[in-house]
C-alpha cells in the first residue's frame, strides 16, 4: 500500500517520509520540483502542486494513504475535490495546535488553520488532523553569531522537534495509534524561554548568547511590517509571556515515550546556527 508524502522536502515532510521508510511502508515522495534531493532508497519522487489539480492527481494514482501540509484557504476546495476523487483510506493533514488554544481565538494564524480544518470536515474524507502547537524549527531564524533580536525574550513555550511531529503523523498514517491521541495539541516536554532557547544554541555551537530585547512596535518592523501575519505571531509571543502557552502529554500518549528534548532538537540542527 503506497503513502503519498505532499511536501517531501518540508522539515515535518521529510522526517514523514524517512519515518514511513523505516517502518518498512511504500513512499512516494511529491516535490513541486524536482532536483537534488536524496530521499531514501526505494522512494518514488513525483512532482506535484496543490494549485496544479491535475498534477496533484496524477501523484494520487495507485495511492491509499496522503500525508499533506495545510492547503492555502484559496486552494482547499480544489485540493479537497482532488483527494475525494481518489477513494482514500486516510489523509492525515498537519494543522496547528492553535486551533486548541482559546486564547488564540481571532488570531490570524489560528483562524486560517481553523478554516482549513472546516472545510476537510465537512467532508467524508477520513481525515485525521496533525496538530502542533509551536515549531522548533521557528528558531532557525536566530543567528547566535549576533545578538538576537527579541520581543518578551522571557516568553515560555514547548517547542516541539520536527521528528516528534512526524512520529504522531506516521503513527496515524499505519494506524498504530487511536486517532483521537492523535489529534491533541503537540508540544515538547519542558517550557523553555526564548532567552534560555538562545543560550542552549549559542552553547551547542560554542558561543556567548547576546540578547537584544525589543518593544513591541520595534519587532513589528523587524519582522517585516504590520500584515495580519505578523499581529498573529506578536500575539502569539505576547499570551507565551503571559503564561498563556502550555507543555502537553500529547506526544507521551500518542507515542508511549517522551517528546525528544530541545537540547536534543538543538544538536541536530547544529551545522544550521554555525
Ligand atoms: N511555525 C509554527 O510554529 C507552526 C505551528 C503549528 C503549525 N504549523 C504548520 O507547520 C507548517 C510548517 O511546517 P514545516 O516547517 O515542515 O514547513 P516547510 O519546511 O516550510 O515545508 C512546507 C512544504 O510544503 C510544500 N508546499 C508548499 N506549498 C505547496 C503547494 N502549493 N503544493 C505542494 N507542496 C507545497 C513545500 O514544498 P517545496 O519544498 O517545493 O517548497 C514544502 O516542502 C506551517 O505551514 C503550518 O501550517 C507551524
Same mark, same amino acid.
Given at each position: 500500500?503506497?503513502?503519498?508524502?505532499?511536501?517531501?522536502?518540508?522539515?515535518?515532510?521529510?522526517?514523514?517520509?524517512?519515518?514511513?521508510?523505516?517502518?518498512?511502508?511504500?513512499?512516494?515522495?511529491?516535490?513541486?520540483?524536482?532536483?537534488?534531493?536524496?530521499?531514501?532508497?526505494?522512494?518514488?519522487?513525483?512532482?506535484?502542486?496543490?494549485?496544479?489539480?491535475? /498534477?496533484?492527481?496524477?501523484?494520487?494514482?495507485?495511492?491509499?494513504?496522503?500525508?499533506?501540509?495545510?492547503?492555502?484557504?484559496?486552494?482547499?476546495?480544489?485540493?479537497?475535490?482532488?483527494?475525494?476523487?481518489?477513494?482514500?483510506?486516510?489523509?492525515?493533514?498537519?494543522? /496547528?495546535?492553535?486551533?486548541?488554544?482559546? /486564547?488564540?481565538?481571532?488570531?490570524?494564524?489560528?483562524?486560517?488553520?481553523?478554516?482549513?480544518?472546516?472545510?476537510?470536515?465537512?467532508? =467524508?474524507?477520513?481525515?485525521?488532523?496533525?496538530?502542533?502547537?509551536?515549531?522548533?524549527?521557528?528558531?532557525?531564524?536566530?543567528?547566535?553569531?549576533?545578538?538576537?533580536?527579541?520581543?518578551?525574550?522571557?516568553?515560555?513555550?514547548?517547542?516541539?522537534?520536527?521528528?516528534?511531529?512526524?512520529?504522531?503523523?506516521?503513527?496515524?498514517?499505519?494506524?498504530?495509534?487511536?486517532?483521537?491521541?492523535?489529534?491533541?495539541?503537540?508540544?515538547?516536554?519542558?517550557?523553555?524561554?526564548?532567552?534560555?532557547?538562545?543560550?542552549?544554541?549559542?552553547?551547542?555551537?560554542?558561543?556567548?548568547?547576546?540578547?537584544?530585547?525589543?518593544?513591541?512596535?520595534?519587532?513589528?518592523?523587524?519582522?517585516?511590517?504590520?500584515?495580519?501575519?505578523?499581529?498573529?505571531?506578536?500575539?502569539?509571543?505576547?499570551?507565551?509571556?503571559?503564561?498563556?502557552?502550555?507543555?502537553? =502529554?500529547?506526544?507521551?500518549?500518542?507515542?508511549?515515550?517522551?517528546?525528544?528534548?530541545?537540547?536534543?532538537?538543538?544538536? =541536530?540542527?547544529?551545522?544550521?546556527? /554555525?
Amino acid at each position: 500500500m503506497t503513502t503519498l508524502v505532499v511536501g517531501a522536502r518540508g522539515n515535518v515532510g521529510r522526517s514523514v517520509v524517512e519515518q514511513l521508510v523505516a517502518a518498512g511502508e511504500t513512499v512516494r515522495a511529491s516535490v513541486r520540483r524536482t532536483g537534488g534531493d536524496e530521499f531514501p532508497a526505494g522512494v518514488e519522487v513525483v512532482t506535484a502542486d496543490l494549485t496544479n489539480s491535475d /498534477s496533484f492527481a496524477r501523484a494520487l494514482a495507485g495511492v491509499r494513504r496522503v500525508f499533506l501540509y495545510a492547503p492555502a484557504p484559496e486552494q482547499v476546495d480544489a485540493a479537497i475535490r482532488v483527494l475525494e476523487r481518489a477513494k482514500l483510506e486516510l489523509v492525515v493533514q498537519l494543522s /496547528s495546535g492553535s486551533v486548541l488554544l482559546e /486564547s488564540a481565538v481571532g488570531n490570524a494564524i489560528a483562524e486560517e488553520h481553523r478554516e482549513i480544518e472546516e472545510a476537510f470536515s465537512r467532508t =467524508d474524507l477520513p481525515w485525521i488532523p496533525i496538530r502542533p502547537l509551536v515549531l522548533a524549527t521557528n528558531d532557525l531564524r536566530w543567528d547566535v553569531r549576533r545578538p538576537v533580536k527579541l520581543v518578551y525574550p522571557q516568553a515560555r513555550t514547548a517547542p516541539i522537534h520536527e521528528h516528534d511531529i512526524a512520529a504522531v503523523a506516521v503513527a496515524a498514517l499505519t494506524n498504530a495509534v487511536d486517532p483521537a491521541a492523535a489529534t491533541g495539541m503537540l508540544t515538547g516536554g519542558e517550557l523553555l524561554s526564548q532567552a534560555e532557547r538562545v543560550a542552549l544554541i549559542a552553547e551547542v555551537v560554542g558561543l556567548q548568547p547576546e540578547i537584544q530585547e525589543l518593544s513591541e512596535a520595534e519587532a513589528r518592523k523587524a519582522f517585516g511590517g504590520g500584515d495580519s501575519q505578523t499581529d498573529a505571531i506578536l500575539a502569539f509571543i505576547r499570551d507565551a509571556a503571559a503564561g498563556g502557552s502550555p507543555a502537553t =502529554d500529547v506526544v507521551q500518549k500518542a507515542l508511549g515515550r517522551a517528546p525528544l528534548p530541545y537540547r536534543r532538537w538543538v544538536a =541536530d540542527h547544529r551545522h544550521d546556527f /554555525s
